[in-house]
């Protein structure tokens, strides 16, 4: 890869689960197609955003919040397989979005920014491109949140995804792309889990970020950690430019998980697994 090229948080994961993988997923391009999951996650994406776009009521209105669902709705209609699966599905999906609005539909900033895409340059060095979920800015301090359709893990898990255990770097990704693009000094990253560890109920995890070198506990972070992670994030970069052509096999790759019936998608393909 080329020193124009542009990362993302995706991407870096990718490499990170394994090299081999984002070379047979983001420079050949094989990527496995459309599964349910993705499309699910799609629709609750454009869902939460078609429910904050314009609004002015503190609280959601129901007739409004079915209109969005509805609209989206239609236009996944051809994805799945038939009436049935559809019908469940969109069972799950609204079960989800109410599930939420309950709990969580009541917080929001002063000012909601959603879908915001971003393109920046990380220390004028390596080009990264994304799209936040989600902005709310607040007099007390900004937060960016990311939906997620499912999965697990509170603030400790999340933080040492980047902090240690070099998986996603999501996080600080879009910290700096918030603190470049927009000028905002964000003051905690939110997860909001629409399906927490598959028991149906929505989970929102809020890491404060605080602005200096403050004393911080397993569950916050400040501004001088993520000045480190930045680095380590760098030398990421410089070990995947470096590379050039030949990706291997990564050291932590998981090629088959037995217990927990995983595959890599590359499996059938890959001469390094
Ligand atoms: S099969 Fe294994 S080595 Fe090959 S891409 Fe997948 S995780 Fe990597």
Redesign the pocket.
């Known amino acids: 890869i080329t020193p124009d090229f542009e990362f993302s948080a995706s991407m870096i994961g990718r490499y990170l689960?394994?090299p081999?993988?984002f070379y047979?997923s983001r420079l050949l391009h094989l990527e496995d197609k459309e599964n349910i999951n993705l499309i699910i996650g799609s629709i609750e994406h454009e869902i939460m955003q078609g429910i904050y776009s314009g609004i002015q009521e503190s609280i959601f209105n129901e007739a409004r919040v079915t209109e969005v669902i509805d609209t989206v709705w239609e236009r996944y209609r051809d994805r799945f397989d038939n009436e049935v699966d559809e019908g469940i599905w969109r069972d799950y999906v609204i079960g989800r979005i109410k599930d939420y609005i309950e709990s969580f539909g009541h917080i929001r900033g002063n000012q909601v920014i959603t879908e915001e895409a971003f393109k920046f340059t990380l220390d004028n060095k390596y080009v990264f491109t994304g799209r936040i979920d989600r902005i709310d800015i607040r007099d007390e301090g900004d937060e960016i949140i990311d939906y997620k359709k499912g999965g697990s893990g509170k603030h400790q898990a999340l933080i040492n995804k980047f902090k240690k255990d070099d998986k996603d770097y999501q996080l600080p990704i879009y910290y700096y792309a918030v603190k470049e693009l927009l000028g905002m000094n964000p003051t905690s990253f939110s997860y909001i889990i629409l399906d927490f560890n598959n028991k149906r109920i929505c989970e929102k995890v809020q890491i404060p970020i605080k602005p200096g070198n403050e004393e911080i506990n397993t569950k916050t972070l400040n501004a001088e950690v993520l000045r480190e992670t930045k680095n380590k994030l760098l030398r990421i970069c410089d070990e995947m430019l470096g590379k050039r052509i030949s990706f291997e096999?990564?050291e932590k790759?998981?090629?088959r998980n037995r217990y927990g019936g995983y595959d890599?998608?590359?499996?059938p393909i890959?001469n390094?697994?």
Do not use: I
């Open positions: 689960e394994c081999k993988k047979y096999r990564g790759a998981e090629c890599c998608e590359f499996l890959c390094k697994s």
